[in-house]
């Protein structure tokens, strides 16, 4: 069984519009797939492929209202079941690790080809530890500075889970990361590989196995809501990123075209593929389908385990980091969306700031130089 855990560092990329599109898209191809709906704080899969407000789901599994089998559902789709979310259930948004593993458990043993999870938006642990079920999960991002800044802040935080789950409690590694904790926000500014490099000093067999482990490593990036093939371009900086600053290799699945189809075959209760197989959205998703299809299935090591530890305290940061960023940013990107700030104007503005800052920097030198004699001369005297 192929698990797809598909995620994104914010919402409103279209991650569950791919979810459920290529769920059936794989079901057409004659494979038996099993949709999950992990968004468990904002459930809304079972709208985008139809179905009517779920009475059971995972909200009634990890409650004991319903056994795991009584939650998986037949859908209107050749090959294609589906286990809703529950939102409406108070709690769901932070389950306990008893209850995440225990989930776990049951969708491993689960009877299909494909496994395809629509996980929720942002890095809390139990998203990542969802997205970490397989090498091969998708983040779906868009060309946005927000949508893709929070896109490779993602996969930072899954390299930092996995690493986390690696160095167990006790060993030498574990307890350097541990004093790096203290200062959250250096942790951030590190470097994946000059970590490692590191870590191979204090704790050679550990790092040894998290090489290995991230080596098998190998996520895939959807670029959505491309209007022209300069936004395509985009992924291009979350591969080398990625490359550069986390030694991880990213697969380019293949991008989506915007397209406002999607919205009416929503409206209509259906999925863009089965609404209009022929647009081209719908021939974006049959394509990324077919990569998958080739592609070979792997996983990471048996011994790989996560980990009960919840006080990663990176975490927070950077999840604080990736809120003030796309609120500051977002603005930028309504005032240039909306036309009341051109390109050039902002580039303009910006030139203009760093004039006032540097014209202030050298009042503040000239001001500290006037006191400092005047400090001299009260000495004196």
Known sequence: MQIIPIASGKGGVGKSLLSANLAIALGKAGKKVLLVDL??????????????APKKGIGTFLTGTENFDAIITDTDYENVQFIAGDSEIPGMSSIKTAQKNSLIKKLLKCDADYLILDLGAGTHLSILDFFLLSPQGIVVTAPT???????????KN??????????????PGYD????????????????????????????????????????????????????????????QKIRRSCSQYLGLNLEHLGVIY?????????????????????????????????????SETVSFDEKYEISDDGSDSFQIASEEAMDDYSAKMAYIEELLGTGALTASELAETVKMQQMELTQLKRENTLLKSKLLKAAQQGFKV
């Open 145 to 155: 500075v927000t949508a893709t800044l929070n896109g490779y802040l993602f996969l």
């Open 258 to 294: 915007r397209d406002n189809l999607q919205d009416r075959a929503l409206a209509s209760r259906l999925p863009i593929i089965v609404y209009k197989p022929q647009a081209v959205i719908s021939q974006a998703i049959f394509r990324i389908a077919e990569r998958i299809l080739e």
């Open 176 to 235: 350097y990361l541990k004093k790096l904790r203290s200062d959250s926000s250096s942790l951030q500014r590190l470097y994946i590989p000059k970590l490692v490099e590191e870590l191979e000093k204090i704790d050679s067999e550990n790092t040894a196995l998290f090489i290995q482990r991230k080596n098998q490593f190998h996520p895939r990036l959807v670029m959505n809501c491309i209007d022209n093939p300069v936004d395509a371009e985009k992924a």
């Open 158 to 171: 899954a390299v930092f889970r996995m690493m986390y789950n690696t160095f167990k409690k006790g060993t």
């Open 39 to 52: 968004d468990l704080g904002a459930s809304n899969l079972h709208l985008v492929i139809g179905q009517q």
